[in-house]
């Protein structure tokens, strides 16, 4: 059994910036969790971001040992890559809502305004980022 | 001259951090909270914007009466960003220390029970000062 089975650890770690103050925020966070239902945790899990810039020893520890990792952003802020960039953290696959799947962000306080519709697309191109990253791993 | 955008009078924020159960569980209860809640004076905010320094959320928040901060655990990591940029924080919720329910993980984030997050949202709408709408 490999190390990263022994640790239950999943082949892709996946970051959301989570934000819920505008719709394209929360949309991050919805998608992400159905990535995790539709694929499971042995493929993919997500890492937590706010662990990771408090440098929380155990989380740090475990997502360094992640092979492959795709971070996801809600707007032009891009917050989730500034962030890890500072602690030296590069994706393997990055999504914009608004730059790659063109979302309109209708913030601020539009935590709400998003459709299961919305959920399905960005959970549906987090799945395709994620594929692409397992296929590397062949 | 341009009109000044409204600011809620609490500024919620919270770690949203899915690796655990209770992560997942402080941003899946405050958007149900927020469903019920008065969005005159309640907004979710960004930690993630205020952890980067965003100019405008960090403004917003200055502008915010009351800062309320929802937690996961005894990381406490969403009250530690806030707190790294200055921000004196008026109301906590940590669903670990204070709620007793239990941090399930790592990468478990769907591991808590129907109960456990409807006394997360009560909870929460209590902290907003009990309205809802």
Do not use: W
Not at chain 1, 49 to 70: F, G, H, T, Y
Not at chain 2, 110 to 123: I, Q, S
Request: glycine share 8%.
């Amino acid at each position: 059994m490999e190390m990263r089975e022994r640790m239950g650890l999943p082949k892709v770690g996946l970051f959301a910036c989570f934000s819920g103050s505008s719709n394209t925020g929360s949309l991050t966070g919805m998608a992400a969790l159905e990535v995790v239902r539709r694929l499971g945790s042995e493929k993919v899990g997500i890492c937590s971001l706010p662990a990771i810039l408090n440098e929380v020893p155990r989380q740090s520890a475990m997502m360094r040992r992640i092979e492959k990792l795709v971070v996801v952003d809600g707007c032009h802020n891009a917050c989730a890559r500034e962030l890890l960039a500072d602690k030296g953290i590069v994706p393997d696959v990055y999504l914009n809502l608004e730059e790659d799947l063109h979302l309109t962000k209708q913030g601020p306080f539009s935590s709400l305004a998003f459709t299961d519709d919305e959920v399905k697309r960005v959970a549906d191109a987090i799945v395709a980022a994620v594929n692409r990253c397992l296929a590397g791993l062949k | 001259m341009e009109k000044e955008e409204h600011v809620p009078e609490n500024a919620i924020f919270c770690c949203f951090g899915c690796m655990s159960s209770v992560g997942t569980l402080t941003g899946v209860a405050v958007l149900e909270a927020y469903k019920r809640l008065d969005k005159e004076k309640n907004g979710l905010f960004c930690t993630s914007a205020i952890a980067v320094g965003v100019p405008k959320h960090r403004k917003t928040t200055e502008r915010a009466k009351r800062i309320i901060v929802v937690d996961g655990c005894y990381n406490k990591c969403a009250t530690k960003i806030l707190e790294k940029a200055g921000f004196k924080i008026d109301k906590t919720l940590n669903l670990l220390l204070d709620l007793k329910i239990p941090k399930i993980g790592p990468f478990k984030p769907f591991d808590y029970k129907e109960e456990d997050l409807e006394r997360a949202v009560t909870e929460i709408i209590r902290l907003c000062g009990g309205e809802t709408k």
